[in-house]
């Protein structure tokens, strides 16, 4: 073969391993993104991400967020500190997973690990008279009718998740 048919061909399979590990590593991108994470339990001695309280040690609602790229998980002792923490415009576009207590599910002084749900698509009740880690909280449901009935005997109004912003944080008090 001559030299210049060899160098081609050289050429040729370099180019081909290098799209082959470029098409793996966004394989790999691709999966690393889609895998599904997961809410961990609140131990004993967790401090929220935001404040440095012992998140154990609070009654109502928390919060647990991934951030993309982050292997870590944040956990937050209420869903006001969640919500402060995630709508910062440093943090908003890095939230991969983020999930709060159904507390339809919990009860409010002490909420369990196997209450939480996607924060998303859950329903809040802002304004209610139960207080949470912080003071006044966003009471998270995973449905609407539970939310409606929290909000009937506790006072406050329904919220999505797509409607909560720092004006509404900012407007509960202390």
């Known amino acids: 073969m001559p030299r210049f048919a060899q160098r081609n061909a050289r050429?040729?399979?370099l180019l081909a391993l290098t799209l082959a590990l470029a098409l793996a590593g966004c394989n790999d991108?691709?999966?690393d993104?889609?895998?599904a994470r997961r809410a961990m339990a609140i131990e004993?001695?967790?401090e929220c991400h935001l404040c440095g309280m012992i998140i154990a040690n609070f009654p109502g609602p928390k919060g647990q967020l991934y951030e993309q790229g982050g292997p870590q998980n944040h956990k937050f002792c209420s869903t006001r500190d969640l919500f402060a923490y995630l709508l910062d415009p440093e943090h908003r576009h890095r939230i991969q997973q983020v999930w709060?207590?159904?507390m339809a599910r919990a009860p409010w002084e002490h909420p369990g690990d196997d209450a939480y749900i996607d924060a998303r698509q859950?329903?809040?009740?802002?304004?209610?008279?139960?207080k949470g880690g912080m003071g006044p909280t966003l009471a998270s449901f995973a449905q609407q009718a539970d939310a409606d009935a929290?909000?009937?005997q506790y006072g406050g109004r329904l919220y999505r998740f797509q409607q909560i912003d720092l004006a509404l944080l900012s407007s509960m008090g202390f």
Not at 122 to 128: K, P
């Open 11 to 13: 050429i040729a399979l």
């Open 29 to 31: 991108a691709t999966t």
């Open 33 to 35: 993104a889609a895998v």
């Open 44 to 46: 004993s001695a967790d």
């Open 100 to 102: 709060v207590h159904d």
């Open 122 to 130: 859950a329903w809040y009740v802002v304004g209610s008279r139960r």
């Open 150 to 152: 929290f909000a009937r």
